[in-house]
């Protein structure tokens, strides 16, 4: 069953995985236009709390999958049970694995990465890598970058620019793209170009692969000990606003724009 469900102003969608991956399967058949698809985690979400032109690329977006426990939480607070953890990490393997012969092109990293990541994803899946730049350029840059993304004629192309930045690319360059389906991978990269490591099935599903990922990539520590208390505030903070719109949305028809709130 496909529900919506509004955290901090973000509508996030939430389905089975397999009903998921069955609408990009759709979306890559049917070929109407370019559709956009992001992930949201704690820590993408406290950007558009901070961030009222991000938090509308967000919403601009076709697709919202929630990511990890503290979307969770914040949906349960909201009266719903998320049917699935949507996080790219799964749902983009999960749809090389279920469509073969999907042409896809790596856009982001650094070109060694994004060459042993294009490598990774030829090797554990049945589809055709047609293309891959890195993705350390400057806006003057792109202009060349899309004109060989659209001759490449790629079904999927995945941006790895990380938060926000990949978000804000896809919205600012996906009128220009000859692509179905455009999506915000994040990290995914690195897992494929076997820089990063997986926690452990146990861990994930016991809602604790942050904790993995700070220990294995200390960088992030700040990210998780100080932004996992703030989404927490600002889950429960949200909650009349978010609520409040989500009522409107159902009598206008409509997806409201997130309000403005303080952190």
């Not at 496909?2 to 049917?30: F, H, K, N, T, Y």
């Not at 554990?124 to 806006?139: A, Y």
């Not at 994040?186 to 016991?206: D, E």
Request: net charge positive; glycine share 10%.
């Amino acid at each position: 069953m496909r529900r919506v469900v509004r955290i901090v102003g973000i509508d996030v969608v939430d389905q089975e995985m397999v009903e998921a991956v069955a609408e990009l399967q759709s979306i890559i058949r049917d070929r109407a236009g370019c559709r956009s698809l992001f992930f949201v985690n704690a820590n993408t979400l406290n950007f558009a709390v901070e961030d009222w032109d991000y938090s509308c690329v967000l919403n601009g977006s076709d697709l919202v999958f929630g990511d990890g426990t503290g979307v969770r939480w914040a949906a349960r607070l909201r009266g719903l049970r998320l049917q699935a953890n949507l996080n790219g990490s799964d749902v983009m393997p999960a749809l090389l694995a279920a469509t073969p012969g999907l042409r896809v092109f790596l856009l982001g990293g650094t070109d060694d990465v994004n060459a042993r990541a294009a490598a990774g994803v030829a090797r554990q899946f049945d589809v055709e890598v047609v293309g891959r730049h890195q993705g350390w350029l400057g806006c003057s840059e792109y202009a060349p970058v899309i004109e060989l993304i659209s001759a490449a004629a790629p079904d999927l192309l995945f941006v790895g620019l990380g938060n926000p930045g990949q978000e804000e690319w896809i919205a600012r360059y996906r009128a220009a793209l000859r692509v179905p389906l455009v999506a915000g991978t994040g990290g995914l990269f690195g897992f494929w170009a076997g820089n990063r490591v997986r926690a452990s099935t146990f861990t994930r599903r016991i809602g604790m692969e942050w904790v993995d990922i700070m220990i294995r990539e200390p960088h992030k520590t700040r990210r998780y000990l100080l932004g996992n208390p703030k989404f927490l505030y600002r889950m429960v903070r949200w909650l009349p606003a978010d609520r409040a719109d989500r009522n409107q949305s159902r009598i206008s028809d409509r997806v409201a724009t997130p309000r403005r709130i303080s952190a």
